[in-house]
């Protein structure tokens, strides 16, 4: 018989743990370290964000605070500066209305306006009387008298007792639409007087004791003056569109929107497009910024750029502070580059073949004038020399001088006593059906030289190198008219025709005449 195992004996049911046993507790505990691990990250970075947004909310809420404070004084400040503001502008309309009363007891003095006092005086006159048309007529007559204009249309508008409205209905002839009967080509153009007249209306209006932040322009006016800027909006169809729209008729609309306060957030896009469309007008930097386009700058610097306008983006970064972003001597320079290539199209066109070197020489000239003008301008002498480019003007000029000289003709022996007219040749009476007639013969024209022969006569400029000697011994000069380094290239607008003009003389703030950058891009 077997025997009987002990109760009390339990060790043969405890078995003992295997090394298997051992290595997947080993892993459990791994396991549980790394989630352990895993999750103390987890919660340690949201801490860190929630931090990052309650330091971030706490500075909002005090940036938020301390522009309420800010716009509550303000606000105050306005409220309290109403009353000093009203009385002033009470006790301008008592004067206003004082002085009108006696000018028309007195009556007008008729007569020409021989000097800048007399023509102050008539302004004045107009503007006691509330006269908007006489006035109109007398500013648009006088364009010649821009420069004196500009300096006393802002002290002859003072004189009215309302010159928000004043300057509504004197414009009111060709803006928001040109209402005239009979229009000329000379006189068709009178965007340069409403620019003028918008213009000199921003210092009559600012408020006397907050200034431009305030303009004192009563609400009916405000509103006159909104209703007329949707009226030019609605027109565009009829204009063409925004590509098509005339530079003059853009202007007068942004000066309209920023003399009058009436900038809408919603058309930002629109003012964009028309600011890069006419950007070639020395105002429209300033323009852009009281638009409220800062922000948009560089990306409407990088559009002109792209479109080839280099010396209006020049402008463009030096009225932002965008010069460190975008360069200008490197602008002017592709400037040139891109001059280079729209001169050797004009020349090498073959329906340009008879005046090819014409086109290609005044572009060529335009455009020096236009960086020349702008190196002086921002003072880049010392980043990019001008002398070469006054050289090279002096060249242009010099030649197109003397292409125009008249060439000498040779005198007819052969003279008809009775009337003084040419002989016919000795051996006309032999030629079969030979004419002579008894009038003078008429001028030979020439056919201009090609291209290759345009430059015999004006040497190339450099650049980066000093000049050298024109001298070529016996072989032929370079066939290129533009063989010079790409940087000293002429700088052109391709894409826009003609020669250059004299724009109207509103084209700049300070003188009477347009600044001569402009004139590259006709």
Known sequence: MGSIPDPGDISGELNPPSFDDFQRQTSLMTSCTLLWKELSDHFTSLEQNLQKKSEALKNKFQTLDHHTKESLGVLKKREVTIDGSVEI????????????????????QDGEVDDSEGLLLKLKSFCLKMDSKEFWRFITARKKELDVLRAQTPEALAECVDPAKFVLEAISEVFPVDKRVEKSE???D???ACVLVLESLIPVVVDPVLGKSRLLVTPSVKERAKDIAETWKASLDQRGGIENVKTPD???????????????EEDVDLYRKLVVGSAWRKQMPKLAVSLGLGDKMADMIEELVNRGQQVDAVHFTYEVGLVDKFPPVPLLKAFLRDSKKAATSILEDPNNSGRAVNLAGR?????????IKCIEEYKLEAEFPPENLKKRLEQLEKAKTDKKRPAAVP????TRASNGGPMPPAKAGRLT???????????????SPSHTQYPAAVPAYPYDRPAAPAMYGSRSPPANPYAYSPEAAPPLAGSYPGAPINYPAYGGYGNGMAPAYQQAYY
């Not at 853009?250 to 809408?264: E, M, P, R, S, Y």
């Not at 572009?363 to 960086?371: F, G, M, N, T």
């Not at 059906?433 to 056919?447: C, D």
């Open 190 to 192: 009178l965007g340069w």
């Open 89 to 108: 502008a009470l006790g301008k309309v008592e004067e206003s209305r004082e002085a009108a009363l006696i000018a028309l007891l007195k009556g007008a």
């Open 433 to 447: 059906n030979a004419y002579v007639s008894s009038f003078p013969a008429a001028p030979t024209f020439i056919r």
């Open 186 to 188: 000379r006189s068709n």
């Open 250 to 264: 853009v202007h007068t609309f942004l000066q309209h929107l920023v003399t009058f306060g009436i900038v809408k």
């Open 411 to 414: 005198a007819n022996k052969r």
């Open 363 to 371: 572009k060529e000239q335009s455009a020096l004038r236009a960086v």
